[in-house]
Nanobody, 123 residues
Framework: VQLQASGGGLVQAGGSLRLSCAASGRTFSSYAMGWFRQAPGKKREFVVVNWSGGSTIYADSVKGRFTISRDNGKNTVYLRMNSLKPEDTGVYYC??????????????????WGQGTQVTVSS
């Protein structure tokens, strides 16, 4: 099972990026999929999770700016990031797990992880 993240880059504040996470090795349509990020010198933090039926939870810091979507036919999840801020800078990791609680419950961690893609927002 592999998750391959892509789409990161350097963008000015106020700009947009779209991250992609392609899954292989199994079908993830019934899985919760989402994103975490880690800024330099900081702990990894939850960004968003989406699970079956279209339910989604966003971190407060990205609500209204980031949008997650998924194409189950392509086994791919996307993260559209608008109105980017310098504090959005970090390595973004996609993740997947049968249980969406692993994204948001303290002490739980999703089972599958991508390799990370760097997002840098300049001021």
């Amino acid at each position: 099972v592999q998750l391959q993240a892509s789409g990161g880059g350097l963008v000015q504040a106020g700009g947009s990026l779209r991250l992609s996470c392609a899954a292989s090795g199994r079908t993830f349509s019934s899985y919760a999929m989402g994103w975490f990020r880690q800024a330099p010198g900081k702990k990894r933090e939850f960004v968003v999770v989406n699970w079956s039926g279209g339910s989604t939870i966003y971190a407060d810091s990205v609500k209204g700016r980031f949008t997650i979507s998924r194409d189950n036919g392509k086994n791919t999840v996307y993260l559209r990031m608008n109105s980017l801020k310098p504090e959005d800078t970090g390595v973004y990791y996609c993740a997947a797990d049968p249980e969406r609680t692993t994204f948001t419950y303290v002490g739980q961690v999703p089972r599958y992880w991508g390799q990370g893609t760097q997002v840098t927002v300049s001021s």
